[in-house]
């Protein structure tokens, strides 16, 4: 009888040996790509803790590689996402952090990921166990939100006026807004405002939101 990998569907909904290292980081790198606005051309990641001893053994590099090129936790592609993301002319590279917040999670990656055309984007995933994932960095600030719902993420400038300017929007296309925070560098500087809603989010208020002059970008993430 021929042997089982380690990279044999071992469950429904799930490719690989562990559900922290393998499954959740397909899941925060496939919401990573999500939130991509074009062709990844480079992805740097930067592993710590947990992911960073184990993260050969556990297949966490195949797993981030399968999410950043679109893979589903059970898609059977991740055991060859290393091989896959040559062919597709996504180059990448995995290091470990040289030192570690004491305050971070032990399953944390970064992904440094880069566009074809020029595009940049930073992002921090967690893996919370269980398949379950969160953000908590976008760029240079700290966000918190889990790809669970259908999620609108605004880029703006701190200033009064554009989150009541999002709420209007929001309302009069009849959104029901389930969570929604703010986030920010500091008063008056760059921020999020990120609204979690557990219904789909019309795509007409995208071009609706960005009239307000201080909001630079948006990104979208459909249940």
């Given at each position: 009888m021929a042997g089982i990998s380690l990279f044999e569907v071992i469950g429904p909904n799930m490719v690989g040996p562990s559900s922290s290292h393998t499954?959740?980081?397909?899941s925060m790198a496939l919401?990573?790509?999500?939130?991509?606005?074009?062709?990844?051309?480079r992805v740097d990641f930067t592993l710590y803790g947990s992911f960073a001893r184990t993260?050969?053994?556990h297949g966490t590099d195949r797993a981030l590689l399968g999410g950043i090129m679109g893979f589903e936790t059970d898609d059977l592609r991740i055991r060859d996402s290393l091989t896959l993301a040559k062919e597709e002319g996504i180059s990448y590279r995995f290091s470990t952090a040289e030192k570690e917040p004491d305050d971070i999670?032990?399953?944390?990656?970064?992904?440094?990921?880069?566009?074809?055309?020029?595009?940049?984007?930073?992002?921090?995933?967690?893996?919370l166990g269980g398949g379950k994932v969160k953000i908590v960095k976008l760029n240079q600030i700290e966000v918190d939100f889990t790809g669970e719902y259908s999620t609108l993420i605004v880029s703006q400038t701190d200033k009064p006026g554009v989150v009541a300017h999002i709420?209007?929007?929001?309302?009069?296309?009849?959104?029901?807004?389930?969570?929604m925070r703010l986030f920010r560098e500091e008063k008056g500087a760059a921020a999020y405002t990120i609204v979690e809603s557990d219904e789909k989010i019309p795509q007409k208020v995208l071009g609706k939101i960005r009239e307000n002059p201080l909001v630079s970008d948006i990104m979208l993430v459909q249940l």
């Open positions: 499954a959740g980081a397909a919401l990573a790509r999500r939130l991509f606005p074009g062709r990844i051309q993260y050969r053994g999670h032990p399953n944390t990656a970064d992904m440094d990921i880069y566009g074809t055309k020029g595009e940049h984007l930073f992002v921090r995933g967690v893996s709420t209007r929007i929001l309302s009069e296309e009849g959104v029901n807004i389930a969570f």
